[in-house]
C-alpha cells in the first residue's frame, strides 16, 4: 500500500467528525500576480462517494456520522480486491478475470465531508437522468463495434494508451491527480490518468467546429469562480456516453486554503432530455504527479484483436463465447 493511500486511512474516519469549512472570504483568498485567485498547486478528488447514489439509499441525501463510518467500513472492504467474500461481493471469482490486486488501487477510501450519498446533485435524485432513446441507440452500436472488434477503429483510445475516459474529472480506480497551472491568459490542467494536459485559453471565444478528444475549452472568471466551458467533443471520447454535442461547463473556487470546491454541468440533448450536475472537493497534495506508464504501441490493442480473431477461428464469436 503507497503512502498516499496510508496517510489517507490515517485521517479517514476523523474527517467525518468535522464539519465542512466555510466558503473562503475573498480577502483571504491567494491570488496571482494578475489579482486572480491563485489555485496552482496538485490536488487529489478520489473519493468513496459515488456519483450515482446508490439504489439502497434512495430517499437518503446525506448520511450521519455513524452511518457515514458504517458505509465507508463496508465499501472499503466490499473494494479490496485482495477480499473475496461472497457476502459483501468483493472482486470476483473464478472464472473471471481480475485485473490487479489491491496493491495497485488508490481509489478513494472515504465519502465526501458533507456526507452526501452521491456527487450529483441535481437531479434531486442523486442520480444522472436516464439516456433518451437517441443515447441509447448510439450506446448500443458502440457496443456492437466493440464486440466485433473487427480494426482497431471498433476499440477505445484507451487501448491504444491515448486517451482514458473523458471530462468531466471523477473519481476512478486510481490516478485520480490533477495539477494546475496559471498565466495571465491561460490555465492548464494537467491530470495524472494518462497524462492528458488540457489548455485552457481566458476570455477567448471556441474555435471553429474542430472537434477534439478533450474538446475546445474556454474560460473566464465571475467574481472569484473559474468558470470553465467545453464543447467540440471527438465523437466518443467525451464521459459518460455522452455524444459530440455534449457541452460541460467546470466551475472552480476554493472552500478553504487547501481544498477546491469542483462543481460541474453537463448537457447534451442527444443523451439525456434533461442536464445534469454534480460537485466534488479537490484537495492539495505535496506529492508531484507521477508518469502514467502505459504508451501507444504497447501489446494491448494486437493482442485484443489477435485473440478475437483467434476465437473466430475456433467458430466460436471473439469474446469467447459460443455461437447461438
Same mark, same amino acid.
Given at each position: 500500500?503507497?503512502?498516499?493511500?496510508?496517510?489517507?486511512?490515517?485521517?479517514?474516519?476523523?474527517?467525518?467528525?468535522?464539519?465542512?469549512?466555510?466558503?473562503?472570504?475573498?480577502?483571504?483568498?491567494?491570488?496571482?500576480?494578475?489579482?486572480?485567485?491563485?489555485?496552482?498547486?496538485?490536488?487529489?478528488?478520489?473519493?468513496?462517494?459515488?456519483?450515482?447514489?446508490?439504489?439502497?439509499?434512495?430517499?437518503?441525501?446525506?448520511?450521519?456520522?455513524? /452511518?457515514?463510518?458504517?458505509?465507508?467500513?463496508?465499501?472499503?472492504?466490499?473494494? !479490496?480486491?485482495?477480499?473475496?467474500?461472497?457476502?459483501?461481493?468483493?472482486?470476483?471469482?473464478?472464472?473471471?478475470?481480475?485485473?490487479?490486486?489491491?496493491?495497485?488501487? /488508490?481509489?478513494?477510501?472515504?465519502?465526501?465531508?458533507?456526507?452526501?450519498?452521491?456527487?450529483?446533485?441535481?437531479?434531486?435524485?442523486?442520480?444522472?437522468?436516464?439516456?433518451?432513446?437517441?443515447?441509447?441507440?448510439?450506446?448500443? $452500436?458502440? #457496443?456492437? @463495434?466493440?464486440?466485433?472488434?473487427?480494426?482497431?477503429?471498433?476499440?477505445?483510445?484507451?487501448?491504444?494508451?491515448?486517451?482514458?475516459?473523458?471530462?468531466?474529472?471523477?473519481?476512478?480506480?486510481?490516478?485520480?491527480? @490533477?495539477?494546475?497551472?496559471?498565466?495571465? !491568459?491561460?490555465?492548464?490542467?494537467?491530470?495524472?490518468?494518462?497524462?492528458? #494536459?488540457?489548455?485552457?485559453?481566458?476570455?477567448?471565444?471556441?474555435?471553429?467546429?474542430?472537434?477534439?478528444?478533450?474538446? !475546445?475549452?474556454?474560460?473566464?472568471?465571475?467574481?472569484?469562480?473559474?468558470?470553465?466551458?467545453?464543447?467540440?467533443?471527438?465523437?466518443?471520447?467525451?464521459?459518460?456516453?455522452?455524444?459530440?454535442?455534449?457541452?460541460?461547463?467546470?466551475?472552480?473556487?476554493?472552500?478553504?486554503?487547501?481544498?477546491? !470546491?469542483?462543481?460541474?454541468?453537463?448537457?447534451?440533448?442527444?443523451?439525456?432530455?434533461?442536464?445534469?450536475?454534480?460537485?466534488?472537493?479537490?484537495?492539495?497534495? $505535496?506529492?508531484?504527479?507521477?508518469?502514467?506508464?502505459?504508451?501507444?504501441?504497447?501489446?494491448?490493442?494486437?493482442?485484443?484483436?489477435?485473440?478475437?480473431?483467434?476465437?473466430?477461428? @475456433?467458430?466460436?464469436?471473439?469474446?469467447?463465447?459460443?455461437? /447461438?
Amino acid at each position: 500500500m503507497n503512502h498516499r493511500v496510508v496517510t489517507a486511512l490515517n485521517l479517514a474516519l476523523a474527517s467525518l467528525l468535522i464539519a465542512p469549512a466555510l466558503i473562503a472570504q475573498s480577502s483571504d483568498i491567494p491570488r496571482t500576480e494578475f489579482g486572480t485567485p491563485d489555485f496552482q498547486g496538485t490536488y487529489t478528488y478520489r473519493t468513496l462517494t459515488p456519483l450515482n447514489r446508490p439504489p439502497e439509499l434512495a430517499d437518503k441525501e446525506v448520511l450521519t456520522v455513524e /452511518e457515514a463510518i458504517e458505509w465507508q467500513q463496508f465499501e472499503n472492504r466490499r473494494q !479490496d480486491r485482495d477480499l473475496i467474500i461472497d457476502s459483501v461481493g468483493g472482486a470476483g471469482y473464478p472464472p473471471g478475470v481480475i485485473s490487479y490486486n489491491n496493491f495497485w488501487y /488508490e481509489r478513494g477510501i472515504e465519502t465526501i465531508a458533507d456526507r452526501r450519498t452521491s456527487l450529483v446533485y441535481d437531479p434531486p435524485n442523486g442520480r444522472m437522468p436516464a439516456m433518451n432513446a437517441s443515447g441509447q441507440k448510439r450506446r448500443a $452500436e458502440i #457496443a456492437e @463495434m466493440r464486440r466485433l472488434s473487427l480494426g482497431p477503429e471498433g476499440r477505445t483510445l484507451a487501448d491504444r494508451c491515448l486517451q482514458m475516459g473523458g471530462l468531466p474529472m471523477t473519481s476512478g480506480a486510481y490516478n485520480n491527480n @490533477m495539477q494546475l497551472i496559471q498565466t495571465k !491568459d491561460h490555465i492548464v490542467i494537467v491530470n495524472e490518468m494518462i497524462h492528458r #494536459a488540457r489548455i485552457i485559453r481566458l476570455d477567448s471565444e471556441h474555435h471553429t467546429r474542430q472537434l477534439k478528444w478533450s474538446g !475546445d475549452s474556454i474560460a473566464h472568471w465571475e467574481g472569484d469562480t473559474l468558470v470553465i466551458h467545453t464543447q467540440h467533443f471527438y465523437q466518443n471520447q467525451n464521459g459518460r456516453g455522452s455524444s459530440a454535442s455534449m457541452q460541460l461547463e467546470e466551475r472552480l473556487s476554493w472552500i478553504d486554503e487547501n481544498t477546491l !470546491d469542483y462543481d460541474f454541468t453537463m448537457q447534451d440533448p442527444e443523451t439525456w432530455d434533461v442536464s445534469w450536475s454534480a460537485r466534488l472537493p479537490m484537495r492539495r497534495i $505535496e506529492d508531484p504527479l507521477f508518469e502514467y506508464a502505459c504508451h501507444e504501441g504497447n501489446h494491448g490493442l494486437p493482442g485484443i484483436l489477435a485473440g478475437w480473431r483467434r476465437y473466430e477461428s @475456433m467458430g466460436m464469436n471473439g469474446d469467447g463465447t459460443a455461437k /447461438e
